[in-house]
T-cell receptor, first 117, second 114 residues
Framework: GAVVSQHPSRVICKSGTSVKIECRSLDFQATTMFWYRQFPKQSLMLMATSNEGSKATYEQGVEKDKFLINHASLTLSTLTVTSAHPEDSSFYIC?????????????FGPGTRLTVL | QQQVKQSPQSLIVQKGGISIINCAYENTAFDYFPWYQQFPGKGPALLIAIRPDVSEKKEGRFTISFNKSAKQFSLHIMDSQPGDSATYFCAASLIKAAGNKLTFGGGTRVLVKP
């Protein structure tokens, strides 16, 4: 089956530092990847849509300069949380849609728990 | 604006019982309706999905019922097991218009008691 990995699974950082989260599709190529944020006991909120080789599309209310997204290849997208603050502490999840496959299929990564002290 | 409303927020069912979760949507252009299962600390996993041209879809113990005129769809988990205890999310998307950008419901925490 299609597998999406995320690294790191957990990260703790100090306020004001930047953190990079990687999302990889391990056995398929993904033209589109999505980044979500999930606060405890809440639903997933889409942050941005990442397309390989082009700029990411951010949802309303998401600061593009704070959450930098790079989709450099068909198997890798990265999310960098710049100048992180405690309110950025959350569970970040990526998903990927296979290139050339059924457009409706979206595979999710295991998530990254970010804690900002 | 919450485009997909999910109920109930939580559900307790006895082992062997039926878990029923309901979702209602507003945007009639949605053309794909998946259900996801999420365990604590893990990413969501696709359970089952349906397109609006089908009224029901069954995969194992999981069944989606879809009512296009009412703009509602539901998940039925038959013969519920303790291992089904998880949070379930419905979602909807516009595949053709928006490249499968998912809008999630609020989630339902299901507890199956042995």
């Amino acid at each position: 089956g299609a597998v999406v990995s995320q690294h790191p699974s957990r990260v703790i950082c100090k306020s004001g530092t930047s953190v990079k989260i990687e999302c990889r599709s391990l056995d398929f190529q993904a033209t589109t990847m999505f980044w979500y944020r999930q606060f405890p006991k809440q639903s997933l909120m889409l942050m941005a849509t990442s397309n390989e080789g082009s700029k990411a599309t951010y949802e309303q209310g998401v600061e593009k300069d704070k959450f930098l997204i790079n989709h450099a290849s068909l198997t890798l997208s990265t999310l960098t949380v710049t100048s992180a603050h405690p309110e950025d502490s959350s569970f970040y999840i990526c998903s990927a849609s296979p290139a050339g496959g059924a457009q409706d299929t979206q595979y999710f990564g295991p998530g990254t728990r970010l804690t900002v002290l | 604006q919450q485009q997909v409303k999910q109920s109930p927020q939580s559900l307790i069912v006895q082992k062997g019982g039926i878990s029923i979760i309901n979702c209602a949507y507003e945007n009639t252009a949605f053309d794909y309706f998946p259900w996801y299962q999420q365990f604590p600390g893990k990413g969501p996993a696709l359970l089952i999905a349906i397109r609006p041209d089908v009224s029901e879809k069954k995969e194992g113990r999981f069944t989606i019922s879809f009512n296009k005129s009412a703009k509602q769809f539901s998940l039925h988990i038959m013969d519920s097991q303790p291992g089904d205890s998880a949070t379930y999310f419905c979602a909807a998307s516009l595949i053709k218009a928006a490249g499968n950008k998912l809008t999630f419901g609020g989630g339902t925490r299901v507890l199956v008691k042995p």
